[in-house]
Each structure stands twice: as structure tokens, then as C-alpha cells.
């Protein structure tokens, strides 16, 4: 019996599966996904690598082949169906075989439990009650919102209290020494709730809601599984959504995985399925220690959790019987890995919900074009839920232009409009958050005056303005010198866009002496934690204004914001990408969504040099549909995803000519392979210079293939693959692959 195995080393050359025999000590104890100690290379050097495959007959000169020395007792077995959906990922996202395999499997070694901090309640609810009132009385609002939380559910683990609910260690304590909450300190608390008698529902749902659960339900039952896409405005009731067909899933005895991206990962968020599933859940996130995640990965393998939420690793989740996957906020870069396999979570969803027989559920408010494009083909079920299902009202949007604001001699960074209304809301101790739109940082050059941006002549993107006075197309390699007068209207107010969150809190500060001013960017969220800090602040009302990057439009709610300025929505619209447009969209949309969460209603200002648009057009009206329609009309004249299929092949190197004559001979192979098979004919672009042309003395080099079929491109890549490693030319370069790349760099 010999056993297939990928040894555990990176290297294109070693991306290959060899043949060890198994001893017989070992024979009955072996399974595919197994790490193991193997004898490897001149040397017989004791490598790991893993099990993923057995076979009867051996492929190599018997007397050669060698025995497998061990297996790993510390290691971590992937299970059989995640090696194969690891085969899928190398191919269809490139990469070697061990990197994929990596990518599937989130903890690399058994761990000991730590031990773990928890809150105790110690009043009982009455008393609780009038304590609450107390604290509400006095305005102390980090107290009242932690003792609410307590009396909800009387043990909390320390972790979510001070990560998801922003409470700080000194209220903690001053509560502990009040006699309010006891903190104690336990080995392995397994779940960051303590078990508490599922509650029942008393919802009931919208008949929007109850279509969409009726759907999956029936499918479900029939096993019909599939991809759906839940299309609904914030607060129209995804969420329960979600929660009504995991139960239907976990009844028939089978589990569910939830991604959210990290950042709208709330304490509300996860005690909702708490509620809901009680012990049965599981979290994943970035901040649990190597241990606990271990400990979550073996509950889900044992059979222990239905439902595990996490960010996009947490779709490895080895459970025995999966099915279904439900993917919130489906539009999310962050679904997106930038390692290589740069593999979509949405995508690999579907080969793993395919693989096991499962079905997968994306939802959003605002879905990717992705999405929505295979909505219409037919490729996944549209459930619409139009209507908010507590009969919020949306907030009334203004568009400002800063054009006419310049012209009526206002050159503060604030329109008129905002200005007006901040001072409306300061007046009404109401809170104000003004967002800077920064994606797009890589400075494109337009005109102050007239508004107009400089484009390349040849792919209908912003150039991008590098030190030195060029401007550059990271699609094409276009170049061209900056003008000094704008080409459309004449005025020197020519030049690159740039503002900073600081300059914004200096003008703020200057404009409304009396208002107390938070920042949150990447300075000031720098020290550990710091994040949590601001928004905890914020959320106790210790500011009336959040002046802040993209980070302060995601997943959080105040209740006391009712209004939302964005300062200038023109930075993301103008990004040298051609996901420029749907970002803009995406990000405004959401910004508008923070304004009136609570009870009141709420007010949003859009500050922009381009009111007409489409992207903002749309955002303003809230109007997804239309937006829709001219996005794909734009994708489909440029043949840019999802109408068409990119593949971005990343070079990189310290030696330059040798870098530029490697891409030469990979765009001419390319072209070769592509000639031989006319029937599905592809454009090649590049070598072309990446935003950043070098990093640490790398230079980086680009090559993007364009043509309506993915699977195409997948061969072109293997061809590429396979010329590389046989060609010591690329030796000293790396090349990555990247499938329809959420960024241009
Ligand atoms: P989304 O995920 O679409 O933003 P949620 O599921 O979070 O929406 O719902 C928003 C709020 O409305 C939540 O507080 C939720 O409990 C509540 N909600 C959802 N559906 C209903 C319903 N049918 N009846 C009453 N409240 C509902
Ligand atoms: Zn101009
Ligand atoms: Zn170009």
C-alpha cells in the first residue's frame, strides 16, 4: 500500500504528490488529510506533509521509494472532503498544493486550553432593575449598557463584553467594586455565553420574510439545493431570515455555517443567534486565541455545534454533515482572500455546498455585481425583501456640490448644507458621523473649478498620479504628464485630491468651537484596541461628532445619530479601478444607512463634484435596481467581470530587466497558448506597473488576461504554471495568480 503525499514546502518545483510506503504499524491508523513525518529530499530530511490520497500501485522505481517515518501526534487531520475541495481551490485560483491545503486547514496544531475571564451578575433582577434606571439616570451609559446586557443573559464572557459590547476595564471594575458583577476566571469556557434556555420566538415574520423562508424551506425538503440571493435593505429582517432556515437545517440534522465579516461581527449580532441556538453555536474571529479556536474547530468536527459564525476562514469548518452556508454581507471585499489560493469565499462556498450536497445563502443590501449578475442569469434564486420590518423610515438624502460651493465662495472642506444641519443636530444633542471616502487614495488629478478627472484615453479608468508629475494607467501602462490648467474649463485649480480625517477634525474643531470631536483612522487606531476604545466612547455619547475613514460606516449602530455627512464621495468614484462605481455606491449606501437607526429620523449630506454620477445619483434615491443597469451596461461594454472573466498574473523580483524580460517571454507564451485554441479568443494587457512599482527593492510587474470564459483563463494558467517551473529564467521571480482581482494595484 503506498499513500499519496504533499510535502509541507513551498515551492513550485515541489508541487507534486509523492509516493511513501506505509509500514504496517501505521496501515489501519492512516486517513486522507492526515499530517505525517516523511523522510524527504538527498538528505532524508525528517519534512512534514499530508495525506491525500492512497494507492494500490506505485508509480516509481520500487526500490527507491521510502517509508513513511510517522504521524504527526500534534498535528491536525484536514478532513477528506476539505482535501478535495483544497484540489479544487489550487486549480481554480492557483497556487501550490500545500498553500491550499494550509488555506483549509485554519489551526496547524492541537492546543491546551487558556484559561478565560467571565462576568458574573450578582443582583438579582429587580434590584438589577432599579440599579439600571439608576445608572440611566445618571447618564453613565457604558454601566447602563453592560448591566443591560447582564440582565439579559447573567454570565458573559469577558471577551465579548469588552471586544463586541466596548466596555472598558475600568468600568468593569468600578461595577466589581460596586458589588454589581463578580469577574471570574475559569479553564476553558467554551462558549462565550453560558447555556441559557433557548427562548422562544414570538416574531412574526413579514410576508416578504416568509416567502423567502418558504422558498429555501421547500427546496430544502425536496433536496433541491442552490445558491439564493437574499436582496434586502438594512433592517429588513435578513438576519431572521437566516436564523428561521438554519433551524430548518439543524432540525434535519445537519449544520450551518454563518460568515459576517469581522467588523459587523456585533455583540447584538451574535447574541441573536444565541438566542436562537443556545450552546449549539459557535464564533470564530481573528481575536480568539490559537487554543480556543482549536477547541471550536474540534466541537464543530464532534458533532457539538450547529452553527458556527465566523469571518471567511470559518467556511472550513469541519463539520460532519453540512447544509448550508449562508453568506452575509455577500458584497464584502474582505470575502475576498489577497494570499494566495486568492480564493472568493462566495465562490468556494459553492463548491463545498456542491461537494456535500448542501445549499448556500448570500445576503446583502447592496449585493456585488457578481451576485446580482448570476440573479439574473438565472444561476441563483432572487428573494427580494423590500420593505424595513419595524417601519423605520430611511433618511431624507441631500446631494451637495462642491462646485457651486467653491463658486459661492465656500472653500471649507464643509458645504453649506452640512454646516447648517451640524449645527441643527449640536443644538439637539443629537450625533453627528462625517465619513471621508478614502479608497481611492491613490491620488487621481482633477479640477477644483469644474470637477473634471483625468482619464486613460484607452480604458475608461482614473490615471493615478505618481511623485514626479506622471500619471499613470495601472490597467494599460498609459502615461502622460500632468497638465497644468484643466484641459475642460482652463482653471490652475488643477491637481491631486487630497484630504486627511485630521485636517477634517481641525476644521470641524475650528467651525463649532463647542463640539466635542472624536477621530478614527489609521493613527489613531493604532495602539491595541484602539478602535474599540473610540466606538465605546462614541456609543456613550462622550462625543457629538465621529469624524472618520470607511471604518465607521460598517456594522455599528447608534441610535443617537441622525445625521451622516460624506465628505467627499468623488475619492472612491475616481480610483484608478473598475470597481470603482460599485464601491462608491456600496459605501455610499451604507453611510446613508447610519443615519437614523434609532427612533428618530435621520438626515445624510453627500458632498461630491460629480452629483450627476449614476453612482450617486443612485445612492441618494437608495435605488439598487438602477444602479444595477448602468453598472453592467459599463461592465459589459469594457468586458470587465463579471460579464467577462480577468486574470491578473503578479511578477515580482529585485532584479528589474530581468523582471521585465521575464513578463515579455510570459505575455509571449501566453499569446501562444491563447492563439491555439481560437474558439475562445483572449486579450492580453501589460506588462503593466502596479499602483506601487516597488516595495522594499521588489519591483512588481502586471499582466491581466481578459475573455468571457473563467475556465479558459484556469487553463491558461496551468499552462503558465507549468512553463515556469521549467524555465530557470523564473527562478528569481514570483508569480502570483489573481481571479477577477478585487483590487487593481
Ligand atoms: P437586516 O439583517 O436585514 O439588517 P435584521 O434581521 O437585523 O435586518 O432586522 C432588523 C431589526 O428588525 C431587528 O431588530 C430584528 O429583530 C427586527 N425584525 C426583523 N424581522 C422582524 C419581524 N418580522 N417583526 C418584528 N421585528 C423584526
Ligand atoms: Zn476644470
Ligand atoms: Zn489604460
Redesign the pocket.
Known amino acids: 500500500m503506498f499513500a499519496n503525499i504533499i510535502v509541507d514546502i513551498t515551492h513550485e518545483k515541489l508541487d507534486k504528490i509523492f509516493q511513501y510506503r506505509v509500514p504496517s504499524r501505521l496501515a489501519g491508523e492512516l486517513s486522507v488529510g492526515m499530517e505525517v513525518f516523511v523522510p524527504f529530499g538527498k538528505w532524508n530530511r525528517q519534512t512534514k506533509g499530508y495525506v491525500v490520497g492512497f494507492s494500490e500501485t506505485c508509480d516509481y522505481d520500487l526500490s527507491k521509494v521510502k517509508e513513511i517515518a510517522d504521524i504527526s501526534r500534534d498535528g491536525i487531520a484536514i478532513e477528506g472532503k476539505l482535501v478535495a475541495l483544497a484540489a479544487w481551490m489550487k486549480e481554480q485560483y492557483g497556487g501550490t498544493m500545500i498553500q491550499a491545503l494550509k488555506t483549509v486547514l485554519p489551526i496547524k496544531q492541537k492546543e491546551n486550553a487558556k484559561m478565560k475571564k467571565r462576568i458574573r451578575l450578582l443582583l438579582d433582577k429587580d434590584t438589577g432593575k432599579k440599579k439600571l434606571d439608576y445608572y440611566l439616570e445618571k447618564n453613565q451609559k457604558a454601566r447602563a449598557r453592560l448591566l443591560a446586557a447582564l440582565l439579559d443573559e447573567p454570565v458573559l464572557e469577558y471577551e465579548l463584553v469588552s471586544k463586541k459590547l466596548n466596555i472598558t476595564l475600568s468600568v468593569i471594575r468600578a461595577l466589581e467594586e460596586q458589588g454589581v458583577i463578580a469577574l471570574e476566571e475559569e479553564r476553558v469556557f467554551r462558549n462565550p455565553v453560558r447555556g441559557k434556555e433557548q427562548e422562544a420566538r414570538t ?4 410576508e416578504e ?1 416568509q416567502h423567502a423562508i418558504d422558498v429555501f424551506r421547500e427546496d430544502y425538503e425536496q433536496k433541491r439545493y442552490g445558491t439564493y440571493l437574499v436582496h ?1 435593505v ?7 431570515v437566516y436564523i428561521e432556515m438554519i433551524r430548518r437545517v439543524a432540525d434535519s440534522g445537519r449544520q450551518a455555517i454563518v460568515l459576517i465579516p469581522e467588523i459587523a461581527l456585533t455583540f447584538q449580532t451574535v447574541m441573536r443567534f444565541y438566542r436562537c441556538f443556545g450552546d449549539r453555536v459557535s464564533i470564530m474571529n481573528s481575536r480568539l486565541s490559537a487554543g480556543e479556536r482549536y477547541d471550536q474547530l474540534m466541537r464543530a468536527k464532534s458533532g457539538e455545534v450547529d452553527v458556527m459564525i465566523g469571518p471567511r476562514s470559518a467556511l472550513f469548518t469541519p463539520f460532519p454533515n453540512l447544509g448550508l452556508i449562508v453568506i452575509d454581507e455577500e458584497h464584502e471585499n474582505t470575502y475576498k482572500s489577497e494570499q494566495t489560493p486568492r480564493y472568493h469565499a462566495r465562490e468556494t462556498a459553492e463548491a463545498r455546498a456542491k461537494m456535500e450536497g448542501a445549499s448556500v445563502v448570500l445576503g446583502s443590501a447592496t449585493p456585488s455585481m457578481e451576485s446580482m449578475y448570476r440573479a439574473r442569469l438565472g444561476e441563483y434564486r432572487l428573494l427580494e425583501l423590500k420593505k424595513r ?2 417601519e423605520q423610515e430611511m433618511a431624507d438624502v441631500y446631494v451637495t456640490d462642491l462646485r457651486e460651493e467653491l463658486k459661492n465662495g465656500n472653500r471649507s472642506i464643509l458645504s453649506e448644507k452640512l454646516q447648517e444641519l451640524m449645527e441643527d443636530r449640536l443644538n439637539r444633542h443629537e450625533q453627528i458621523m462625517l465619513f471621508l471616502n478614502r479608497r481611492g487614495y491613490a491620488g487621481f488629478i482633477s479640477c477644483r473649478e469644474c470637477g473634471y478627472v483625468v482619464k486613460c484615453p484607452h480604458c475608461d479608468v482614473s490615471l493615478s498620479f505618481h511623485r514626479g508629475g506622471k500619471m499613470v494607467c495601472h490597467y494599460c501602462g498609459h502615461e502622460e504628464a500632468k497638465p497644468n490648467v484643466c484641459p475642460e474649463c482652463g482653471s490652475r485649480h488643477i491637481g491631486e485630491f487630497k484630504a486627511g480625517t485630521q485636517q477634517i477634525e481641525d476644521i470641524v474643531k475650528r467651525r463649532f468651537p463647542e463640539a466635542r470631536v472624536l477621530r478614527m483612522d489609521m493613527d489613531t487606531t493604532r495602539e491595541k484596541d484602539g478602535h474599540e476604545k473610540i466606538l465605546a466612547a462614541f456609543a456613550n455619547e462622550e462625543a457629538d461628532v465621529l469624524v472618520g475613514t470607511q471604518m465607521i460606516v460598517k456594522g455599528h449602530d447608534f441610535p443617537n445619530v441622525t445625521l451622516v455627512g460624506v465628505l467627499a464621495a468623488d475619492m472612491s468614484l475616481y480610483s484608478d479601478d473598475y470597481r470603482a462605481g460599485e464601491r462608491t455606491f456600496q459605501l455610499l449606501t451604507q453611510a446613508v444607512g447610519r443615519a437614523g437607526r434609532g427612533e428618530k429620523k435621520g438626515e445624510a449630506v453627500i458632498q461630491t463634484y460629480s452629483p450627476e454620477h449614476y453612482a450617486v445619483v443612485t445612492a441618494a434615491a437608495q435605488d439598487y435596481a438602477a444602479f444595477y443597469e448602468e453598472e453592467i451596461q459599463y461592465r459589459s461594454l469594457m468586458g470587465y467581470p463579471p460579464v467577462e472573466n480577468l486574470l491578473a498574473v503578479f511578477a515580482s523580483g529585485k532584479d528589474e530587466a530581468h523582471l521585465e524580460t521575464g513578463c515579455r517571454y510570459l505575455k509571449e507564451y501566453a499569446k501562444r497558448v491563447c492563439q491555439a485554441d481560437p474558439s475562445s479568443p483572449v486579450e492580453i494587457i501589460g506588462p503593466a506597473s502596479p499602483g506601487i512599482g516597488k516595495i522594499n527593492d521588489v519591483y512588481r510587474k502586471v499582466l491581466y488576461l481578459k475573455t468571457e470564459r473563467y475556465d479558459t483563463l484556469v487553463k491558461i494558467k496551468n499552462r503558465l504554471e507549468q512553463y515556469i517551473e521549467v524555465n530557470s529564467g523564473f527562478n528569481t521571480i514570483r508569480i502570483q495568480f489573481d481571479f477577477n482581482p478585487m483590487n487593481v494595484f
Open positions: 416574531i412574526t415574520f413579514t420574510q434586502g438594512t433592517g429588513s429582517g435578513k438576519t431572521e420590518s419595524r
